[in-house]
């Protein structure tokens, strides 16, 4: 049903009841199921930055679906109508890019700068270790030269000269 007020010829203003009153917001509730899968995925991704299988996982899952970002979009254009009240999905694929793949490879990108992060320690570490190996064994190599001219030259003191 229509209902129209006109006040003072200015403007108009009329308000559309629906019998379904919430079918407006409830259609819509796959946008909000996608904005809520990107969020749980890029939280998924923060919780796990330090776990390399997970972040692989969830770095291949997010390149695959942006790759399938066609068809999924090929698949919404003549099917929206069971999921969406209008038609969002172009030939172009605008729509899907901006609310589907773009979030994806933001957490793609995300995981990678993770990824080169992780990898800049470890080999920070592995430096460090291989400096204090290195360290330590020019030192064990100066206590036995150390401990060897001592030994020589004591040993070399204390035998006699044989006298013919």
């Not at 199921?33 to 923060?46: D, E, N, Q, S």
């Amino acid at each position: 049903s229509k209902r129209c007020s006109n006040h003072n010829n200015i403007s108009s203003r009329c308000v559309v009841s629906s019998p379904l009153p919430l079918a407006s917001s409830l259609i819509n509730r796959w946008i909000l199921v996608l904005f809520g899968f990107h969020m749980l995925l890029a939280i998924t991704a923060i919780l796990t930055r330090k776990n390399w299988p997970i972040q692989t996982v969830l770095l291949m899952a997010c390149l695959i679906g942006t790759l399938g970002a066609t068809y999924i979009n090929d698949f919404a254009m003549e099917h929206w109508k069971l999921f969406a009240g209008q038609a969002y999905f172009d030939p172009s694929g605008f729509f899907i890019s901006v609310m589907y793949s773009a979030p994806l490879i933001f957490i793609a990108i995300v995981i990678l700068i993770n990824s080169l992060f992780l990898m800049s320690e470890l080999l920070i570490a592995i430096k460090v270790r291989d400096f204090k190996k290195a360290a330590k064994a020019k030192k064990n190599r100066s206590k036995k030269t150390a401990a060897g001219k001592k030994t020589g030259s004591s040993a070399n003191s204390s035998k006699k000269p044989k006298s013919e």
